[in-house]
């Protein structure tokens, strides 16, 4: 279905070859599994694949990409798309519309479907991947992992005949990651070729048929799915691991330690927050975060990137009071002490050069510390340490928007820790890095750790979790009344 | 113990930060009003609106086409969008108004005056005030039936609905990257944009440039995939319904044209020669 005839494949603009002598095939009913590092390829591989390579972004294409044996260089990108359904990493930049609905129907109105046919094809698309309830909201408004679901329901609804996904769990939690590779296996057994490029790896184990393992642009390795026990040909191309313990009912849970005047950490009580018109999503809650790395785990639209809003004052609560190292702070502090970093590294970015964007975040937090008074007695930062730990000090004088995604996100996570936060927040600081990178990020964070911060990652990243954290908070939250019986004895020794 | 949210992973109605504000689909009741026009009487009012000020060059008649359209936009119940609308555009004019005052210095004989800038600011704002409910409310479904339904060229009609889309995208992200300004640390006060000028354009522009061209790239991207083309046939799954509120809306954006021109006609000669 989908065939690679000895491709090698340039960017305008760019002196060498972004892929080199690419040679593979996709058979209907074949679920074929692209991994390597960051920049080795992969996303080309793919853009080659739906024809955006060169159909879009034009360069120069040697050899040939065969789509049900027609050779896309030939064919215009409305029809290849017909037979080839892409999934981005980033799902919202695949969407046209703003309304999920309005999404799901876009390409069938557009292809001059009758109405009904439109109707009935959305509404089982929305059925399949349970999204009845959200049919009537903004993209925007949706999760990541909501967002996924949407830009898969929207291709499947197509019925292309071959599938091509890009990173397509980088935001789902592991229910919905299960519950995609069941889904695959159905697609691969009803005679579609699926192509997946992804970093993690044990979701695909009995799914994939073939893995290819890429570096530099070239294909280094082919072999079935147990080819990836090769502990050296992991760590030489820089993935991650083929099989993964799911820790999350394992880790004990934070949150129920009883009030102590000398604690260390972050804790809130009596949170309760619901957006205007709808349902409480924290309804007198409590929550403890102390010293460690804490992940906050929940299903895609629990209240997660919610919850982290709260912690930091970027949300207000409705009611609910916070206490930091013991001593109770009003919500408007909160930004001062508690450090964030969210999913949309592109806005953070300010600066010429990555060291002017730490030397600059750190200059801040030196204003803030002045303002506030110093948190914590450990020795701040410098700039060099912070590229040193991030791994960005060979990309040093590059323009911070230049970057590639994985870096611009080491970048910005580098600049929460300029700000040597008593709490720091990471909104999925690992979706989309590879498996140096992931470690890079793991030991970063436990270092921050050690520093005696509170660290709370929001990850559905499963060797993250088993690696860095040592607790987890999980959603929904408990309500007050329901872990009261130890607090009413403490109720009046509160600061 | 209890459980707080009852959110399903899947059919999870739980939003997302804020984002309200920005949205652009229907079930929301402060937008009913404005959803219950049809798309075609808004882009009218939109289109007569971009024409009609040039033939009122009076402030008298602007005031007049401003505090109607003021209304108009005001019927959103979208204050905060509205909020951030004005004060870019507020920004736009001082840039705007330092230029002049530049080219005024080099050149004497074009005098700078705040006055003679009303008019046109005023043009401006009413701009604004008619786009947003058509930007924040309308399908892009329904911006693609109505402009094709005026059998005007594909390459007109689709830049057109693209750039309607692109506005509550832009906003989205001038939203998040206040809110990044804020999680570093940086002041937004007045004094600190008056003190670092440059330094606050870079921080607020910077990400916004970057942005917008990932956005239009991301957008091209998206209409090539899903085979937006021209001569393709687009069948709309929902019919627009033309009803007495549209006819009334358009009487009454015709009324406030006619009495623009009352006043200009009754007190424009007032006016001071440089603001016609």
């Given at each position: 279905m989908i065939c690679f005839e000895n491709v090698t494949y340039t960017y305008p603009f760019s002196a060498t070859p972004a892929v080199r002598d690419i040679s593979f095939r996709v058979r209907p009913g074949e679920l074929v599994l692209v991994t390597g590092r960051s920049g080795c390829g992969k996303s080309t591989l793919m853009r080659l694949a739906d024809g955006l390579c060169p159909g879009y972004f034009r360069g120069e294409l040697k050899g040939r990409v065969l789509v049900d044996g027609k050779d896309t260089a030939t064919l215009p990108l409305r029809d290849i798309s017909r037979q080839v359904g892409t999934l981005f990493q980033d799902p919202e930049q695949q969407f046209f519309a703003l309304g999920v609905e309005d999404e799901l129907a876009f390409v069938h109105e557009w292809r001059g479907q009758p109405a009904n046919v439109t109707r009935e094809r959305v509404r089982h698309a929305a059925e399949s991947f349970g999204l009845s309830g959200v049919l009537g909201h903004s993209v925007h408004e949706l999760s990541e992992g909501q967002k996924q679901k949407v830009g898969l329901a929207s291709v499947l609804s197509q019925q292309p005949r071959a599938l091509v996904l890009d990173e397509?769990?980088?935001?789902?939690?592991p229910e919905s990651t299960a519950e995609l590779a069941r889904r695959l296996r159905t697609l691969k057994e009803s005679g579609m070729a699926v192509l997946v490029v992804d970093?993690?790896?044990?979701?695909l184990e009995g799914v994939a048929d073939r893995v290819l393992v890429m570096k530099n642009g070239e294909i280094c390795a082919m072999g079935g799915f147990l080819m990836l026990e090769d502990e050296g040909l992991r760590r030489g191309c820089g993935l991650r691991s083929c099989r993964v313990e799911d820790v999350r009912r394992t880790l004990p849970e934070s949150g129920t330690v009883a009030f102590r005047h000398e604690e260390r950490g972050l804790r809130v009580e009596n949170l309760c927050f619901s957006y205007k018109?709808?349902?409480?999503?924290?309804?007198?809650a409590d929550v403890f975060l102390g010293p460690g790395v804490t992940a906050l785990i929940g299903d895609n639209g629990a209240g997660k990137t919610t919850l982290a809003r709260l912690l930091t004052g970027l949300n207000r609560a409705e009611s609910g009071r916070f206490f930091m190292n013991g001593r109770e702070i009003p919500d408007k502090a909160l930004l001062g002490r508690v450090a964030v970093v969210l999913q949309n590294a592109d806005h953070q970015l300010h600066m010429k050069t990555v060291r002017q964007e730490l030397e600059i975040s750190l200059q801040l937090a030196g204003r803030l510390k002045r303002r506030d008074g110093p948190a914590k007695s450990c020795v701040p930062f410098t700039s060099g340490e912070l590229m040193a730990l991030f791994g960005l000090s060979s990309l040093?004088?590059?323009?911070?928007?230049?970057?590639?995604g994985g870096e611009k996100q080491r970048l910005v996570i580098a600049c929460a820790f300029a700000k040597n936060p008593d709490v720091l927040i990471l909104d999925e600081p690992t979706s989309g890095l590879d498996g140096g990178n992931m470690l890079l990020m793991a030991e970063a964070v436990n270092m921050l750790a050690v520093r005696g911060a509170c660290v709370l990652v929001i990850t559905h990243d499963l060797e993250l979790m088993k690696i860095s954290c040592s607790r987890a908070l999980r959603l929904p939250l408990r309500r007050q009344a329901d872990c009261a019986e130890g607090k009413q004895s403490i109720k009046g020794e509160r600061v | 113990m209890k459980i707080v949210s009852e959110q399903g992973h899947e059919a999870s109605s739980c939003v997302l930060p804020g984002r309200k504000m920005f949205s652009?689909?229907?079930?929301r009741p402060d937008e009913e009003h404005s959803r219950s026009f049809d798309v075609r009487s808004r882009m009218f009012v939109t289109l007569f609106s971009s024409f009609f000020p040039i033939a009122v060059s009076s402030f008298e008649g602007q005031a007049v086409l401003f505090d109607a359209s003021f209304l108009y936009v005001l019927s959103l119940r979208r204050y905060r969008a509205v909020a951030i609308s004005y004060a870019a555009m507020l920004g736009m004019m001082t840039l705007a108004a330092l230029f002049t005052w530049g080219i005024s210095r080099l050149v004497p004989a074009m005098p700078f005056s705040f006055r003679s800038l009303t008019v046109p600011y005023l043009r401006g704002a009413v701009m604004l005030n008619v786009i947003l409910p058509l930007a924040l409310t309308c399908r892009i479904q329904e911006l693609l039936t109505a402009l094709k339904g005026l059998h005007l060229p594909f390459c007109i009609y689709i830049p057109g609905a693209v750039m309607i889309r692109f506005i509550p995208t832009f906003m989205h992200d001038i939203r998040q990257v206040s809110e990044t300004l804020r999680i570093r640390g940086y002041d937004l006060g007045f004094g600190e944009m008056f003190r670092h000028p440059l330094m606050m354009l870079r921080l607020l522009f910077t990400p916004l440039l970057f942005r917008s061209l990932r956005t239009s790239e991301e957008l091209a991207v998206a209409a090539e995939l899903k085979g937006l083309e021209a001569g393709g046939r687009f069948v709309p799954f929902r019919s627009p319904v033309w009803r007495g509120r549209d006819t009334m809306l358009v009487l009454l954006a015709l009324a406030a044209a006619l009495l623009a021109l009352y006043c200009q006609a009754r007190w424009g000669a007032s006016a001071v020669p440089a603001m016609r």
């Amino acid at each position: 279905m989908i065939c690679f005839e000895n491709v090698t494949y340039t960017y305008p603009f760019s002196a060498t070859p972004a892929v080199r002598d690419i040679s593979f095939r996709v058979r209907p009913g074949e679920l074929v599994l692209v991994t390597g590092r960051s920049g080795c390829g992969k996303s080309t591989l793919m853009r080659l694949a739906d024809g955006l390579c060169p159909g879009y972004f034009r360069g120069e294409l040697k050899g040939r990409v065969l789509v049900d044996g027609k050779d896309t260089a030939t064919l215009p990108l409305r029809d290849i798309s017909r037979q080839v359904g892409t999934l981005f990493q980033d799902p919202e930049q695949q969407f046209f519309a703003l309304g999920v609905e309005d999404e799901l129907a876009f390409v069938h109105e557009w292809r001059g479907q009758p109405a009904n046919v439109t109707r009935e094809r959305v509404r089982h698309a929305a059925e399949s991947f349970g999204l009845s309830g959200v049919l009537g909201h903004s993209v925007h408004e949706l999760s990541e992992g909501q967002k996924q679901k949407v830009g898969l329901a929207s291709v499947l609804s197509q019925q292309p005949r071959a599938l091509v996904l890009d990173e397509p769990t980088a935001n789902l939690d592991p229910e919905s990651t299960a519950e995609l590779a069941r889904r695959l296996r159905t697609l691969k057994e009803s005679g579609m070729a699926v192509l997946v490029v992804d970093h993690r790896l044990y979701w695909l184990e009995g799914v994939a048929d073939r893995v290819l393992v890429m570096k530099n642009g070239e294909i280094c390795a082919m072999g079935g799915f147990l080819m990836l026990e090769d502990e050296g040909l992991r760590r030489g191309c820089g993935l991650r691991s083929c099989r993964v313990e799911d820790v999350r009912r394992t880790l004990p849970e934070s949150g129920t330690v009883a009030f102590r005047h000398e604690e260390r950490g972050l804790r809130v009580e009596n949170l309760c927050f619901s957006y205007k018109g709808k349902e409480r999503i924290f309804d007198h809650a409590d929550v403890f975060l102390g010293p460690g790395v804490t992940a906050l785990i929940g299903d895609n639209g629990a209240g997660k990137t919610t919850l982290a809003r709260l912690l930091t004052g970027l949300n207000r609560a409705e009611s609910g009071r916070f206490f930091m190292n013991g001593r109770e702070i009003p919500d408007k502090a909160l930004l001062g002490r508690v450090a964030v970093v969210l999913q949309n590294a592109d806005h953070q970015l300010h600066m010429k050069t990555v060291r002017q964007e730490l030397e600059i975040s750190l200059q801040l937090a030196g204003r803030l510390k002045r303002r506030d008074g110093p948190a914590k007695s450990c020795v701040p930062f410098t700039s060099g340490e912070l590229m040193a730990l991030f791994g960005l000090s060979s990309l040093a004088d590059r323009h911070p928007q230049s970057l590639s995604g994985g870096e611009k996100q080491r970048l910005v996570i580098a600049c929460a820790f300029a700000k040597n936060p008593d709490v720091l927040i990471l909104d999925e600081p690992t979706s989309g890095l590879d498996g140096g990178n992931m470690l890079l990020m793991a030991e970063a964070v436990n270092m921050l750790a050690v520093r005696g911060a509170c660290v709370l990652v929001i990850t559905h990243d499963l060797e993250l979790m088993k690696i860095s954290c040592s607790r987890a908070l999980r959603l929904p939250l408990r309500r007050q009344a329901d872990c009261a019986e130890g607090k009413q004895s403490i109720k009046g020794e509160r600061v | 113990m209890k459980i707080v949210s009852e959110q399903g992973h899947e059919a999870s109605s739980c939003v997302l930060p804020g984002r309200k504000m920005f949205s652009g689909v229907n079930p929301r009741p402060d937008e009913e009003h404005s959803r219950s026009f049809d798309v075609r009487s808004r882009m009218f009012v939109t289109l007569f609106s971009s024409f009609f000020p040039i033939a009122v060059s009076s402030f008298e008649g602007q005031a007049v086409l401003f505090d109607a359209s003021f209304l108009y936009v005001l019927s959103l119940r979208r204050y905060r969008a509205v909020a951030i609308s004005y004060a870019a555009m507020l920004g736009m004019m001082t840039l705007a108004a330092l230029f002049t005052w530049g080219i005024s210095r080099l050149v004497p004989a074009m005098p700078f005056s705040f006055r003679s800038l009303t008019v046109p600011y005023l043009r401006g704002a009413v701009m604004l005030n008619v786009i947003l409910p058509l930007a924040l409310t309308c399908r892009i479904q329904e911006l693609l039936t109505a402009l094709k339904g005026l059998h005007l060229p594909f390459c007109i009609y689709i830049p057109g609905a693209v750039m309607i889309r692109f506005i509550p995208t832009f906003m989205h992200d001038i939203r998040q990257v206040s809110e990044t300004l804020r999680i570093r640390g940086y002041d937004l006060g007045f004094g600190e944009m008056f003190r670092h000028p440059l330094m606050m354009l870079r921080l607020l522009f910077t990400p916004l440039l970057f942005r917008s061209l990932r956005t239009s790239e991301e957008l091209a991207v998206a209409a090539e995939l899903k085979g937006l083309e021209a001569g393709g046939r687009f069948v709309p799954f929902r019919s627009p319904v033309w009803r007495g509120r549209d006819t009334m809306l358009v009487l009454l954006a015709l009324a406030a044209a006619l009495l623009a021109l009352y006043c200009q006609a009754r007190w424009g000669a007032s006016a001071v020669p440089a603001m016609r």
